[in-house]
């Protein structure tokens, strides 16, 4: 039997990373596109082209792939009554993976694509005659703002708040996939990935990763606090020196979610950390940071009192540089006792993530990650 999937979000940075590997398996996908924001089938083709895509491969990327726009915002995703049905009624699987991942988003914006968007999605997947399977992105960040500790694969709640309005969308995204799964007696599939990352130098044809966002926020703030200023002024921002974060390479993120969605279902929700086994320190992000951008930043338990310009203008991103603080482990059980040893992936250290940030030709200053030690994962710890 041939199964049809559709696929949200395929022209971003996780999506194109999916896509890859779904068309490793199918013949023809949908790509679901974002309606009005440019050529879904020439970007996806350029992401194939520059990720050394044989010619023959591309060229039949038009036949292989439909591309449908839609505006997850929108009700019926902006189609018409017949186009959405119809829609529905052709496919038999529906990666969500189109979302906004901003950060210093409010929560409203937040919540027209992550969570109406989500919605939308999951009314598509009801009204499809052959009960579409559904897999939902989600992100282990809907652990929220509790900084210690573990985060388990079946919790999802908001006793500790969150830390940006991102982390309560997604959140709220999750909530309305439990809803729907018990009102429609309908499996489905959360998948949680931590933090994204690669080692593929920034392209301007290619979406950027989450850090590449940061190293931009930085900069910015650097140039326009103290454009003239001298080299490397300090900045003195909330973290913890022992702290650490999750960060995982988005192709094995991919390659890990499509092969977990080949698990046979449990027929509720199921649902999967996508995570690294050892996470990376926060001194060694704080140096990646420092490498990138001309700043030298320090790590304080408190807010200072009397902020300089930049702290003043940093201060504006507090979604942002709160992970800073973050000494929390993600237990990933399920996706190892699902996929056993295979589910591990590469170290994620310095020299891969600047190879992922810095601008072509711009070698690592040092070898300062050499000094600092990575910390195991909940499952070691
Ligand atoms: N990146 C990470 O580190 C990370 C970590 C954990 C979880 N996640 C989750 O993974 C998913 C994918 O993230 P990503 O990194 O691939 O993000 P991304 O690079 O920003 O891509 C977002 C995708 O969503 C599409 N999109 C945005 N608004 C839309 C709308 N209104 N209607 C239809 N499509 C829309 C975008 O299309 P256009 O490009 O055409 O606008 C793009 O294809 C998200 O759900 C995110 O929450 C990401």
């Given amino acids: 039997m041939v199964v049809h999937v559709a696929l949200t979000g395929a022209t971003g940075f996780l999506g194109l990373r999916l896509l890859r590997r779904l068309l490793d398996t199918n013949r023809s996908l949908t790509v679901l596109a974002h309606a009005g924001s440019g050529d879904a089938l020439h970007r996806i083709t350029r992401f194939f082209e ?20 839609i505006d997850l915002a929108q009700p019926r995703l902006g189609l018409s009554t017949r186009a959405f049905q119809e829609l529905a009624d052709g496919i038999d699987a529906i990666w969500h993976s189109a979302g906004s991942i901003n950060l210093e988003g409010d929560l409203p914006e937040l919540r027209r694509t992550n969570v109406e ?9 009801a009204a499809g005659s052959r009960r579409p399977v559904v897999h939902h992105v989600s992100t ?18 908001d006793a500790c708040g969150f830390e940006n309005a991102y982390e309560r969308s997604k959140y709220e ?10 009102e429609h007696r309908r499996p489905a599939l959360v998948l949680r990935p931590s933090i994204l990352v690669s080692d593929m130098p920034p392209h301007p044809e290619l979406p950027s990763h989450p850090l590449l966002v ?22 003195r921002t909330v973290g913890h020196p ?18 977990l969605a080949g698990r046979t279902p449990s027929g509720g929700v199921d649902t999967y950390h ?7 320190p926060v001194p060694t992000v704080v140096t990646l940071l420092e490498q990138l951008v001309p700043l030298s930043i320090e790590l304080v338990a408190t807010k200072p009192d009397a902020a300089s310009a930049l702290e003043a203008l940093l201060d504006f991103y507090p979604g942002m540089t709160a992970y800073l603080a973050h000494r929390r482990r993600f237990d990933d059980t399920r996706v190892r006792s699902s996929l056993g040893p295979s589910a591990t992936s590469a170290p994620v250290d310095l020299d ?8 072509p030709g711009r070698a690592l200053a040092g070898s300062p990650d050499a000094s600092v030690t990575a910390f195991p994962s909940a499952r070691n710890a």
Avoid: K
Wanted: aromatic letters at 6%.
């Fill in 242 to 259: 022992h702290g650490h974060l999750n960060l995982l390479q988005v192709e094995h993120a991919a390659e890990v979610m499509v092969r």
């Fill in 352 to 359: 891969y993530l600047w190879s992922g940030l810095a601008p």
């Fill in 274 to 280: 996508v995570v690294h086994d050892r996470d990376v």
């Fill in 140 to 157: 282990a960040f809907v652990a929220g703002a509790r900084r210690e500790g573990v985060a388990y694969e079946d919790e999802l709640d």
């Fill in 117 to 125: 968007g989500t919605r939308h999605l999951l009314e598509l997947a």
């Fill in 50 to 69: 520059l990720t050394g895509a044989t010619e023959a491969f591309t060229s039949g990327l038009p036949a292989r792939l439909r591309v449908v726009d």
């Fill in 173 to 182: 995204a999750e909530l309305l996939v439990h809803t729907w799964c018990r």
């Fill in 214 to 235: 940061i190293e931009r926020i930085l900069r910015d703030a650097r140039g326009a606090a103290d454009p003239h200023g001298p080299g490397r002024p300090r900045v």
